[in-house]
């Protein structure tokens, strides 16, 4: 005796599996998208240097000794000055021995901002970093190691870094250079693709 699947349980099966894997993507596209909600809010805690006032916010993590992070950040400078990005800027001191100590001295400076300005200025005029390296203070030390932690928790494990949040509230993380196209794609409210 034959055991057969007859035409209408089979259709009743396709749509059964359609509508599981379906719940499947969306389920993992929701768990994605939570966890960088949950990134974000940890990202709110950071210590970081913010320029800009644009609608679309980029948190990028930096390394002072990165020159990949000062092209970046010449890159976005246009679209700050412009009011179409909000650029926060989070240190974070591995790449090197000095790196920390560096990261270290642009935050204890009495103008962060522009320490670190002058200090991307200098790496993409000469290749070297401008600032020296300080001891830090113990909030320092702390605020380091924290943005540190949560580099690590974006999944990266290189320079440049950034977490952006669009004007719809969708967080994303992108990993790489960027080019002019894809920071007007940003500061249009678009995401960028992978």
């Given amino acids: ?13 396709i749509q059964y599996a359609f509508l599981m894997s379906y719940f499947i993507v969306c389920s993992s596209s929701a768990l994605a ?4 909600q949950k990134l974000w809010s940890r990202l709110e805690h950071a210590t ?11 948190y990028d993590f930096f390394d002072p000794n990165c020159i990949y992070c000062a092209k970046a950040f010449q890159l976005e400078r246009p679209f700050v000055d412009k009011g179409q990005l909000t650029v926060r800027y989070v240190p974070v001191g591995f790449l090197t021995d000095s790196s920390f100590g560096k990261a270290a001295a ?15 200025m200098e790496l993409l005029r000469t290749g070297h970093a401008a600032i020296s390296s300080a001891t830090a203070t113990e909030a320092t030390h702390s605020a380091l190691r924290q943005n540190e932690r949560i580099f690590i928790n974006t999944g990266a494990t290189t320079l440049p870094e950034l977490v952006y949040r669009l004007p719809d509230g969708q967080v994303e993380v992108f990993r790489g ?13 678009h995401r960028l693709g992978d």
């Fill in 1 to 13: 005796m034959k055991n057969l699947i007859s035409p209408r349980n089979m259709k009743r099966i």
């Fill in 33 to 36: 998208s939570d966890k960088w």
């Fill in 48 to 58: 970081y240097i913010q320029t800009g006032s644009g609608k679309t916010v980029i």
């Fill in 106 to 120: 642009i935050l204890q400076a009495q103008n962060p901002q522009e320490a670190m300005e002058n200090n991307y």
């Fill in 177 to 189: 250079e960027l080019s002019t196209e894809q920071l007007d794609l940003l500061s249009s409210g």
